[in-house]
């Protein structure tokens, strides 16, 4: 009996004694550690009762042990479901009711409130130091039952991903979806057990722990493990790595240190980009002071890596790449304007398939292509068609030689430093304020964050707004990344003929907010 995505990430090149996790000051996590821990924790899960199936929510700090928790979840034939730390305890009791998890891992000043919002989960603690009733308990378990066996289609993982209507909707994973994504990336970026991967993202989202952690782990690599990204640190720590993966913001933030040099970058094979737009201004600044050209790629939570720019061949500012080997991608609907913000496109003309250069709506199919939406068929439905196209809610073209770029989104969405918002979720937040007739919020460019969130809000008849106050109220609603960073009252909405807020008149109207 095997379980498909378990035994890939364990069966990879690296002797056992190899450094899996370098952890810079300390001495490193080789991978017969990870997995002695994946194990222990894979037995604990299993005499907490867990099933094969069932959900494990963890929302820990990074730390080594995070890591063998995703490990250990999927050992024990359990469904991984991480949570951004930042989201707050209204959050958190939303994912925790709609997943219904067996056990949750929190840290241990969060405990009470976990616990609050799961009567009938396990609750296991973990801190960023990984210590915590979660490494007690599972280093008094033994580490040699066998890996639960696990088929292809079966789940690994949900990921939550805000919906359009404000209602987060938990995308599921199987463990091929995974598996499969993590070999063809590491095909295509020739990932071997030499490689060094300076590893700063977070590990609740696809990113930091499937394009990341699976590719490296298949490969037999190292990653040095940092908690969180730091530019001066990245600076100190690139010599040693022979790969970086970033947000935009960690290229423009490292572009903003006169000491990040080409010296630095020499020793580093490729520094690849995704989640969000890389200006083509970063890229050219990129390789102006490195001399190396910045590897862009595009996915989603739904598709995992869907594109990427080659290894070798031609990296193109502006365009995320060809379609990935077995990975279809096509563009639908009628032309639309390259607004980089919310285009409605007509609901009649999506079916068909547009010529290289028009502009319409990227269609993904292929083995990556998640699984729908954790107990929502219609949204499934409305997203994920029949035939395995998987509508994703992004503008783009394809050229004659395939390379797709992407010009905008038709879903309303604002990515700020590699986090979405949706915008429904913060209006109907600020809506419900005292005195706020309606707001809209909206992305709008920022140095730093590429995007930032700023609601633009109308008072009630008669009353007064004081921006300070609004935002004090949100505080400890919603997770701080999702709160406006800057609060504007306004008279009124710009709205078309229908009554629909003119969203893109708004963005043009406060584009130059952070310039
Ligand atoms: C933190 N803050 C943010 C923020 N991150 N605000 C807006 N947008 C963000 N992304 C808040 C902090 O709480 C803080 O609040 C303030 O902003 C300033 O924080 P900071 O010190 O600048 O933040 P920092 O900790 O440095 O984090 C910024 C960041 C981080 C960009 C390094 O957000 C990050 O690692 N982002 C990567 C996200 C990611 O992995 N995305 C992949 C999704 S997967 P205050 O109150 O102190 O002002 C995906 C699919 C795919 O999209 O294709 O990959
Ligand atoms: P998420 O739901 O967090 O997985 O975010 C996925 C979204 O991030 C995609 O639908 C795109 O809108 C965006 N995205 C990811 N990579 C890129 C990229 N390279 N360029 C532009 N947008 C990207």
Redesign the pocket.
């Known amino acids: 009996m095997s379980n498909h995505l378990y035994d890939a990430l364990v069966a990879g090149p690296a002797a056992p004694d190899a450094p899996c996790l370098i952890l810079p000051g300390d001495a490193p996590v080789t991978y017969a550690q990870i997995r002695d821990r994946a194990a222990r924790i894979a037995a604990l899960l299993t005499v907490s009762g867990l099933q094969p199936g069932d959900r494990v929510a963890a929302q820990v700090e990074k730390s080594p042990e995070a890591l063998a928790l995703y490990l250990g979840t999927i050992r024990a034939g359990g469904v991984f479901l991480p949570l951004n730390p930042a989201y707050t305890a209204a959050e958190v009791a939303y994912f925790v009711g709609d997943a219904e998890p067996v056990a949750i891992v929190c840290d241990p000043a969060r405990e009470a409130e976990t616990r609050t919002a799961s009567a009938a989960a396990k609750v296991f603690t973990l801190d960023a130091a990984g210590a915590g009733t979660l490494t007690d308990d599972a280093g008094a378990m033994a580490a040699d039952e066998p890996a639960a066996a696990r088929r292809p289609d079966d789940l690994a993982a949900i990921l939550y991903?805000s919906g359009t209507t404000g209602r987060s909707k938990g995308a599921m994973l199987s463990h091929d979806n995974l598996l499969s994504n993590a070999r063809t990336l590491t095909d295509a970026w020739e990932i071997t057990g030499a490689d060094v991967l300076f590893h700063a993202l977070p590990v609740f989202?696809?990113h930091g722990l499937f394009v990341a952690c699976n590719t490296l782990m298949l490969a037999g690599g190292a990653m040095i493990w940092r908690p969180r990204f730091d530019p001066s640190e990245a600076v100190s720590l690139l010599p040693r790595a022979t790969m970086m993966m970033g947000v935009p913001t960690f290229y423009t933030r490292l572009l903003d240190r006169r000491d990040f040099t080409r010296d630095v970058a020499a020793d580093v094979r490729v520094f690849i980009?995704?989640?969000?737009?890389?200006l083509p201004e970063t890229h050219r600044l990129f390789e102006e002071r490195t001399g190396q050209r910045i590897l862009?790629?595009?996915?989603?939570?739904?598709t995992n890596m869907t594109t990427s720019n080659p290894l070798h061949g031609e990296r193109r500012p502006g365009s995320?790449g060809p379609a990935l080997p077995g990975v279809e991608v096509r563009i639908m609907g009628e032309a639309a304007p390259p607004d980089a913000g919310a285009v409605e496109l007509p609901e009649k003309n999506r079916e068909t398939e547009l010529a290289p250069g028009e502009i319409g709506m990227i269609e993904v199919r292929g083995p990556n292509v998640f699984q729908g939406y954790w107990r929502m068929p219609e949204q499934t439905a409305a997203e994920l068609r029949p035939d395995g196209w998987f509508i994703?809610?992004?503008l783009g073209t394809k050229g004659t030689d395939g390379y797709v770029s992407?010009v905008g989104?038709a879903k309303d969405?604002v990515?700020s430093g590699g986090l979405?918002v949706y915008p429904r979720e913060v209006e109907m937040l600020v809506d419900d304020l005292p005195g706020v007739l309606e707001s809209a919020v909206i992305g709008v460019p920022h140095p730093d964050f590429g995007e930032a969130v700023v609601a633009v809000v109308v008072p009630r008849p008669g009353a007064t707004l004081d921006p300070g106050a609004l935002a004090g109220a949100m505080a400890d609603r919603i997770a701080r990344f999702k709160q406006p960073r800057r609060i504007v009252v306004a008279d009124e909405l710009p709205r078309n003929a229908m009554g629909k807020v003119q969203k893109a008149a708004l963005r043009e109207t406060h584009r130059a907010m952070f310039a």
């Open positions: 991903t989202h696809t980009s995704g989640s969000a737009p890389l862009e790629r595009y996915g989603m939570t739904e995320v994703t809610g992004d992407i989104r969405l990515i979405n």
